[in-house]
Each structure stands twice: as C-alpha cells, then as structure tokens.
C-alpha cells in the first residue's frame, strides 16, 4: 500500500488557506439553491425555520467531520479509512464512498441545465448544455483545488451580495402573515423535512474530508469550516425568507421560485433584467457545487486505485458522470418524493454514521500511532 502522506504530494500539489476552505464550503452550500423547488413544495411556510432547526441538528457533526480531520492531520478520507479499518475493509469503505459522489455529482451536473430548459431555453437539448457544462467543469478541476478556491471567493461574495441587494428591493413586498401559522403539520412531516434539509443542503459538506489536507493554516480550520456553513446557512435564509415572504403559498408551485419573485418588483424597466442576472447567479453557484463534487469524486477515485495523477482521470470520469445525469428522471415528483424518503436515509448512513463511526473507532483504537501523527 502506498503511504498517505507521499500519495497525496502526488495527486494534488496544490495548497490552500483555510480562509480559501471558508469560501468554498460557502460556495459549496450556495450551490444547493438549485432544489429549492423541494424547500417550497413541501413547507413553503416553514423553510426558514426548519433550516434554523436543521443548522442546530447539523452542528455536532460538523465538529466530527473537523475532529476527524485534524486527527489525522495528513490523511484525506480514503487514508483515514484504510488506517483505521484496514486496508480492505478501509478501501471497501471508500468505494461507498466514492459511489456516493458520484450520484451526487451526476445529479447536480443535471440541475443547472434542467434548470435552463424548464425555465429559459424550452427549445434547447439537454445533452447540448450537459456537454458545455461538463467541458467548464472539467477544465477548472483540472487545475486544481487553487483555481476552485479562487473562483469560489468569488461566486460566494456575488451569490451573497446579490441575495441581500435581491432581498432589500422585495422588502415592501414581504407580507408577514406568508410565514404563518408555524409549523402546522404533523410530527412525522415536520422531521421527514427536517432529515432532507439536514442532509441535502448541510450534510453533504463532508465531502471537504477530502480537502482539509491541502490547508496549510491547520490551526485556523475548524473557525473558518464553521465560517463557511454560517454563510452558506445565511444565504439560503435570506433567500428563503425573501420568497415565503413576497409569494407565500404559491411558491409551492412555482418551477422557479428564487426568480420569479422578481416579478414581484414595482420597478418595471428593470424587472427583466435583475430576474435574468439572477438566473445566471444560481447557475454560477450550480458550476461551482459541481466543480467541488467532480472534484472530490475524481481525487476520491484516484486514491483508491492508487494513481500517480488525477487529472488524466478527469475526462474520462467526466464522461461517465454525463451519461449519468443524461439518465435522471425529470419528473419533478419523483424526484421530491425520493428526497423526502429515500435519500435522507442513505445520507444519514454515508454522511453522518460511517464518520462517527471512524471516529469513535480511531479513539478507541488510539490512533493515529506517534509514527503516523509525525509524517510529513
């Protein structure tokens, strides 16, 4: 078996601050207002306050993703793994892993331009903006996790930026009887959207036990990780206060609830255009969750097969990854009612159990060894 500490000098080079590792979980997390249409159709007066309740739930497992990482302090997931459960059943470990990626990352190569043709370009093919969409993707996780930090400083201050100036425009809009009466639904309702917005819109940012050994300020990761959910929370909040607010109940059936509410605006000469400048806003942030995701996958992959370099692996995994999101249905139904009882569950077991698990092993097992702790 290769060592964890040279295999990784050898797949990714690149080094980032944690300030950089903020910006892109914010990004990150940005990225999820792609499912919104999930959000309002099934608590269109709630969502505010189940992201509050999921951001509570979601805590303690952010301190044991970073726990974890700064346990192992040279290691990425595949090599925590395999040295605290062994080589097989480590790697065996990973490829669930590695599996779970992929389907995320199929899924949100297929959200930004599912998107565009629901809403915008009703005559263009699927599979002409899946192939674009793939090319830009491909071309910046070939250069590493430096250009993606770099472009995720930059698609986060937009992203907030245009959330809040967004959200001031509409305040005369926003009627506070929209967000009433609170929470009434059923127990059984109220924690099945709970599980789906801790595990779609918080939970996937396990995946950055994939980064977290490229940060050269180890000291200042667990403040700026929390940074970064925090603002990635506070976005998706704005945006959601802003639309139960001006639409109230008809956002649960809108196909396009974040821009439509620009057809709220009393200032006609320019309704068009903030409402076009938004949708490019939300497919900035769906490039860049889906960067992160085909990047991770294809490091999570190279580790596993034990290659000297990712990036002769980024087309070819590419290219899987389209004909993958070419398959998704587009019910939109189907898709609602998967995330609101299947998903969450498998979630709960990838993204929340097995690291727990490795943890609590790790403690048990007091590891790593002093040998290990000590490697460059």
Known sequence: MINGAKTHMKLEKGRISALQLMFLIAGYMQGSMFVTNYTFANSPRDAWLL???????????????????????????????????????????????????????????????????????????????????????????????????????????????????????????????????????????????????????????FIFTMVIPCVTDRENIKKNYLYGVAVGVLTFLIGVIMVTGV???????????????????????????????????????????????????????????NLKSYRDFVVPLGLVFLGMAMTVTENISTNIESAKYSWPYISYLIIFIFPLVTLVTAAVRKLPKRRDAEAP
């Open 51 to 205: 992201i509050l309740m999921a951001s509570a739930v979601f805590f303690p497992f952010a301190l044991v993703y970073i726990k974890l990482s700064n346990r192992f302090p040279s290691d990425n997931l595949v090599e925590i793994n395999q040295k605290v459960f062994g080589r097989i059943l480590g790697k065996a470990l990973s490829v669930l892993y590695c599996i779970f990626f992929f389907i995320l990352c199929a899924l949100n190569f297929r959200f930004p331009s599912a998107f565009l043709v629901s809403v915008f370009m009703l005559e263009t093919p699927m599979v002409a903006l899946l192939l674009v969409f793939f090319l830009l993707c491909a071309w910046a996780v070939k250069d590493g996790i430096e250009t993606l930090s770099r472009l995720s400083f930059f698609t986060t201050i937009i992203t907030f930026g245009t959330f809040l100036i967004y959200f001031i425009l509409l305040f005369n809009k926003i009627k506070i009887p929209h967000f009433f009466p609170i929470l009434d639904m059923p127990a059984v309702k109220i924690i099945e959207n709970l599980n789906a917005f801790i595990t779609i819109y918080m939970g996937e940012i």
């Open 247 to 305: 639409m109230g109940n008809m956002a649960s059936i809108s196909t396009g609830p974040l821009t439509e509410t620009a057809r709220y605006m009393e200032m006609q000469e320019i309704k068009a255009r903030i409402e076009f400048f938004f949708m490019g806003v939300l497919i900035i942030n769906g490039f860049m969750k889906s960067c992160v995701l085909y990047y991770v996958s294809v490091l999570t992959a190279g580790y596993i097969l």
